[in-house]
């Protein structure tokens, strides 16, 4: 590894408190996903080619989508096949996305194009009607990076459409412009979908929402993945 390569790396390191054997927590160099991958390139060992090889044929895969994004979609239909997922549950979720585009694309006309502004009224939203910002419904359900809709029920599913539609047609209805005004809207389109809530578990008798997830393992004391 050159010295460059060495600098770039340590510039990317950060630092957690981590238990050691000892059972006491030290500070401990540690890199996210993309430092990893980098720090592999970066390894001289013929031992890490086939990682490098496997990273070579991601890039390409990503850079042949490029040019035919139906590779793309192809690829998460695969994936969410493998997850156990069926066709009808496979389309309404790649219909949910195009939704979700509609929603950003009206937010952007009313001058929202951040990120972050994207995710707060996104937990407006979410917590109209479900009480729970995104990042506390993940934790609800025991997930960490994966998606929030791909391990909701129909039912939530259904909830987050409705709120998120509701939201969109009351934006292109009152223009709001901004974030505040635009919040307003948001917690307005997840009350409608709160109301839809109220309807269903008064007619059902129960609560919608469930702690229950897509996967195939639950994640133990931050470290284990135990199967169901």
Same mark, same amino acid.
């Given at each position: 590894?050159?010295?460059?390569?060495?600098?770039?790396?340590?510039?990317?390191?950060?630092?957690? =408190?981590?238990?050691?054997?000892?059972?006491?927590?030290?500070?401990?160099?540690?890199?996210?996903?993309?430092?990893?991958?980098?720090?592999?390139?970066?390894?001289?060992? +013929?031992?890490?080619? +086939? %990682?490098?090889?496997?990273?070579?044929?991601?890039?390409?895969?990503?850079?042949?989508?490029? %040019?035919? +994004?139906?590779?793309?979609?192809?690829?998460?239909?695969?994936?969410?096949?493998?997850?156990?997922?069926?066709?009808?549950?496979?389309?309404?979720?790649?219909?949910?996305?195009?939704?979700? %585009?509609?929603?950003?694309?009206?937010w952007k006309d009313d001058g929202i194009e951040k990120p972050l502004e994207y995710a707060i009224l996104t937990n407006e939203i979410y917590m109209a009607w479900s009480g729970?910002?995104?990042?506390?419904?993940?934790?609800?359900?025991?997930?960490?990076?994966?998606? &929030?809709?791909?391990?909701?029920?129909?039912?939530?599913? &259904? &909830?987050?459409?409705?709120?998120?539609?509701?939201?969109?047609?009351?934006?292109?209805?009152?223009? +709001?412009?901004?974030?505040?005004? @635009?919040?307003?809207?948001?917690?307005?389109?997840?009350?409608?979908?709160?109301?839809?809530?109220? @309807?269903?578990?008064?007619?059902?008798?129960?609560?919608?929402?469930?702690?229950?997830?897509?996967?195939?393992?639950?994640?133990?004391?931050?470290?284990?993945?135990?199967? =169901?």
């Amino acid at each position: 590894m050159s010295d460059d390569e060495k600098s770039e790396l340590s510039t990317k390191c950060r630092q957690l =408190k981590m238990q050691a054997s000892d059972s006491k927590f030290y500070k401990t160099d540690v890199l996210d996903t993309k430092g990893i991958l980098r720090l592999i390139q970066s390894v001289p060992s +013929p031992k890490a080619e +086939p %990682f490098k090889l496997w990273l070579a044929q991601v890039g390409s895969d990503r850079i042949d989508e490029t %040019f035919d +994004p139906s590779k793309a979609i192809d690829r998460a239909i695969a994936i969410y096949r493998a997850q156990g997922h069926d066709d009808n549950w496979i389309e309404k979720r790649l219909k949910g996305k195009l939704h979700r %585009f509609q929603l950003t694309d009206t937010w952007k006309d009313d001058g929202i194009e951040k990120p972050l502004e994207y995710a707060i009224l996104t937990n407006e939203i979410y917590m109209a009607w479900s009480g729970m910002k995104a990042s506390e419904y993940k934790d609800f359900k025991g997930i960490r990076k994966e998606s &929030l809709r791909d391990n909701m029920s129909d039912l939530e599913s &259904l &909830l987050a459409d409705v709120g998120e539609t509701a939201t969109k047609e009351l934006a292109k209805q009152y223009r +709001p412009q901004g974030l505040a005004q @635009n919040k307003e809207i948001a917690r307005r389109g997840g009350s409608i979908a709160k109301n839809t809530r109220n @309807n269903l578990e008064q007619e059902l008798g129960r609560n919608v929402i469930t702690s229950e997830n897509n996967l195939n393992g639950r994640y133990i004391n931050d470290k284990q993945i135990e199967n =169901k």
